[in-house]
């Protein structure tokens, strides 16, 4: 029996702990976060112990790994300190705030033999793996042109927006879309060129926020291959406003996209069961109903279980999360400098 101590006991602590407990040879042994209450809400649910820090969590006797579930500017601390303690670990995204920071969970996870595995569960959800399918299948032919638009409100936690905290809604939220991109072309990217701004400063919710990240952006990505990734992200939308999401491919074959009956101001996380994935191509138009399986971090839980117990590598592995930290980067230089930036 694996035992695991959760880092962090908020939305996706939870998540971490239910996926973790859900396996037959794993069990959360510790829980900590900052507020107590938050811990010890957790812990109860549980019935694991509650460690006062993070530093207490992973040297805590009976733990062999540790799911980081702080916010990105606490991943590398946390991650390289468990790999030295000969933990394995399964972190948030975004991976880091730096490549710095990547590096060092890499080498540390390298020096101490320990399985690295970061968050980017997009990939293994089923509306996500029919679009894969459809590729796959040479429906949509190549190059794939990747359109994904996520417009939104200021988001309800200060640390999305705060750019020493998670680096800002584009740090926060692309690389599940990068990710998911390599994913469908499986080709690598080359550059980009981007646009962005602050759409949140002045906004009431975020009054507390001194150093606001990108949260607004369009961004044009190459791949080798000769596939394009577009991405328009608004987080700062005024509170209230009605959120929209898409994510569309086109190729010279046919064009697929996300559909969801029920939810059409869907949030790409979010989902009812009426989720599917509609395609027209020359055959003309059908919709796959896809399963809502919004199952949070587990599928990166099942492939790390896998990967300690037979060495082989997660789809989640580390080296991936550090692509997708890349191109997050490259894109916010983009941003910054009006240049295209070569990945
Ligand atoms: N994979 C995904 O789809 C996904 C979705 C949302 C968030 N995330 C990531 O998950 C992480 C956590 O996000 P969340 O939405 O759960 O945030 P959250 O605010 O709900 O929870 C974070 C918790 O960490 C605690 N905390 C902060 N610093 C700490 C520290 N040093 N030691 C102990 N506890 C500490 C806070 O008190 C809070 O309870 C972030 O890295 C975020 O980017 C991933």
């Not at 906004?203 to 044009?220: H, M, N, P, Q, W």
């Given at each position: 029996m694996l035992g695991v101590a959760i880092i962090g006991c908020g939305d996706m602590g939870r998540k971490h702990a239910a996926g973790w407990n859900a396996q037959d040879g794993a069990t959360v042994v510790t829980v900590c976060d900052h507020h107590p209450d938050r811990a010890d809400a957790l812990s109860g649910q549980l019935n694991a112990g509650v460690s006062r820090n993070w530093q207490e969590a992973i040297t805590t006797q009976g733990v062999d790994i540790v799911s980081i579930c702080v916010p990105v500017c606490d991943h590398a601390a946390v991650a390289v300190a468990a790999a030295n303690a000969g933990r394995h670990v399964l972190c948030e995204k975004a991976m880091a705030l730096t490549l710095a920071e990547a590096d060092?969970?890499?080498?540390?996870?390298?020096?101490?033999?320990?399985?690295?595995?970061?968050?980017?569960?997009?990939?293994?959800?089923?509306?996500?793996?029919?679009?894969?399918?459809?590729?796959?299948?040479?429906?949509?032919?190549?190059?794939?042109?990747?359109?994904?638009?996520?417009?939104?409100?200021?988001?309800?936690?200060?640390?999305?927006?705060?750019?020493?905290?998670?680096?800002?809604?584009v740090h926060d939220m692309t690389g599940h879309l990068f990710d998911l991109a390599r994913y469908f072309t499986e080709a690598e990217p080359v550059s980009v060129t981007a646009t962005g701004a602050v759409f949140?400063?002045?906004?009431?919710?975020?009054?507390?926020?001194?150093?606001?990240?990108?949260?607004?952006?369009?961004?044009?990505?190459?791949?080798?291959?000769?596939?394009v990734l577009t991405i328009g992200l608004n987080w700062g939308l005024p509170e209230g406003t009605p959120g929209h999401c898409h994510e569309m491919i086109h190729g010279p074959e046919g064009v697929a996209f996300c559909q969801d009956a029920e939810a059409p101001d869907r949030f790409l996380g979010d989902v009812s069961d009426t989720i599917g994935v509609v395609i027209k191509d020359r055959n003309g138009r059908e919709r796959i109903a896809c399963d809502p399986d919004d199952e949070g971090p587990e599928a990166c839980v099942r492939q790390l279980m896998r990967a300690i117990r037979t060495g082989e590598r997660s789809d989640f592995d580390g080296r991936q999360g550090r692509i997708a930290l890349r191109m997050i980067l490259a894109s916010l230089t983009a941003i910054e400098t009006g240049q295209t930036i070569t990945i």
């Open positions: 060092q969970m890499i080498a540390a996870a390298k020096a101490n033999n320990i399985q690295l595995s970061v968050c980017h569960q997009y990939r293994a959800l089923s509306r996500f793996r029919t679009m894969k399918r459809l590729i796959d299948d040479g429906r949509l032919g190549a190059p794939l042109y990747i359109r994904f638009s996520e417009m939104r409100e200021v988001r309800p936690k200060l640390a999305m927006h705060d750019r020493g905290l998670n680096g800002g809604p949140g400063r002045g906004k009431a919710r975020l009054e507390s926020v001194s150093d606001f990240g990108i949260d607004t952006a369009e961004i044009a990505m190459r791949f080798t291959g000769g596939h």
